[in-house]
Every structure is written in structure tokens, then in C-alpha cells.
């Protein structure tokens, strides 16, 4: 069992809202991913970091921001929320470059 | 056009058979992995495997990988009705092998 995790599990809000997910890790690694899921689909890369202070988008446009302020933590920010945002969100972490990756439970969202 | 492509999208096998999946993808590679996904949760990783390896097998799993034909399979074997799940392929493609890119995935039914 991977030590990565993801709050809230499950997360149903109203259109507007500005919302953060939470991704922690105690594995000290300095890789850090987020995906966005829709059921029975691909995974899509929408932000990721190599260490702290350091954060890219990935390839797809997301609507949303990340910070790395400490290693362990990289939450997910949406500052206005919409019913296109309804997805599973996966957070993951990896020692190294292009290596394996440890993933969270994932947030389920949905916006109304 | 994505980098990797699972094959078949979908299987459904009674308890006890094997399990094969295919998995091929378009650019060179310095490795290739193997995930699970069980319902509404986040990957499992299941086997690495690099360039210069042509199979690997942890368990009941066995993966091949055939770098001149850009193709890789996934056998389970004695399937149980445990492995259902979706299996995913990710590669980590050049030029630059730095992000991880993951296929749509195979969904597998085990019929118990």
C-alpha cells in the first residue's frame, strides 16, 4: 500500500465554487502528478512537479493551479467551479523521472 | 494519436483461464509499465520493464516486451475473480523520456 493520499474522497459541490484537493506523500519523493480521469478512460497529465517551488502544466488544459510549497504536499486548486470539472482527479508520486509511479485513492468530483 | 494502445479494450474469461492483453505504442522507449486499476480507485503498479529486457514475471504475471515490433503483452495466468479490473500500459516516450503517458486501458472481467 502506497504511503500517498487524497482528501476528499468524494466531493459534490455547486457551480462557482473555488475548490482545493489535497494530495500528500511521506515518501519523500521530489516527482509529483496530477491526472484527470472520466470513468472508463484514459488518464490525462494536467500539472505535475519535480520539487518544490517547481510545477508545469501537462497535456491537457486544465483550468486549474497547483503549488509545491513542501515536498510531501501538492494540492489542486479550481477557483471557479463547473459541471465540465465532474471527473475523477488521481494524484501520484515517483522517485524519479519516467519511473513508477504511486498513486493516491483519487478525489471523485462533481460539480452541479 | 496516443503514444500507447491497449488491445483488446475489453475481456471477459471464466476463473482459471489466462488473461492476455496487448499493449503497443509508436516511439522509442527507455521502459514500458503495467497498472491496475480496480473500480473508482487509483493505479496499482504491477511490473517495469526496460528496453533491454525482453520479459519479465512477478508472480502470475508475466510481461514480454518486443522493442523492434513497439509492442508489449501482459499474461495473467489462473485467473481469479480478483483480477477484475482495468489494466493499463504506460510508457515513457523519446525523445526526451520524461513523462509518463498512459494508454486507455483494457477492461478484464473474471466470471467466477
Known amino acids: 500500500e502506497a504511503d500517498i493520499y487524497q482528501t476528499p474522497r468524494y466531493l459534490v459541490i455547486g457551480t462557482g465554487k473555488k475548490i482545493t484537493l489535497e494530495c500528500s506523500q511521506t515518501?519523500?519523493?521530489?516527482?509529483m502528478y496530477w491526472y484527470q480521469q472520466d470513468p472508463g478512460m484514459e488518464l490525462h497529465l494536467i500539472h505535475y512537479?519535480?520539487?518544490?517551488?517547481?510545477?508545469e502544466k501537462g497535456d491537457l488544459s486544465s483550468e486549474s493551479t497547483v503549488s509545491r510549497i513542501r515536498t510531501e504536499h501538492f494540492p489542486l486548486t479550481l477557483e471557479s467551479a463547473r459541471p465540465s470539472h465532474t471527473s475523477q482527479y488521481l494524484c501520484?508520486?515517483?522517485?524519479?523521472?519516467?519511473?513508477?509511479?504511486?498513486f493516491g485513492p483519487g478525489t471523485r468530483l462533481t460539480v452541479l | 494519436s496516443q503514444q500507447g494502445e491497449e488491445d483488446p479494450q475489453a475481456l471477459s474469461i471464466q476463473e482459471g483461464e489466462n488473461a492476455t492483453m496487448n499493449c503497443s505504442y509508436k516511439?522509442?522507449?527507455?521502459?514500458l509499465q503495467w497498472y491496475r486499476q480496480n473500480s473508482g480507485r487509483g493505479l496499482v503498479h504491477l511490473i517495469l520493464?526496460?528496453?533491454?529486457?525482453r520479459e519479465k514475471h512477478s508472480g502470475r504475471l508475466r510481461v514480454t516486451l518486443d522493442t523492434s515490433k513497439k509492442s508489449s503483452s501482459l499474461l495473467i495466468t489462473a485467473s481469479r475473480a480478483a483480477d477484475t479490473a482495468s489494466y493499463f500500459c504506460?510508457?515513457?516516450?523519446?525523445?526526451?523520456?520524461?513523462?509518463?503517458?498512459f494508454g486507455p486501458g483494457t477492461s478484464l472481467s473474471v466470471i467466477p
Open positions: 501520484a508520486s515517483s522517485p524519479r523521472i519516467a519511473d513508477t509511479q504511486y
Open positions: 520493464i526496460r528496453s533491454n529486457e
Open positions: 515518501m519523500g519523493h521530489d516527482k
Open positions: 516511439t522509442s522507449i527507455n521502459n
Open positions: 512537479s519535480y520539487g518544490v517551488n517547481s510545477t
Open positions: 504506460a510508457t515513457a516516450p523519446g525523445p526526451s523520456y520524461d513523462k509518463v503517458i
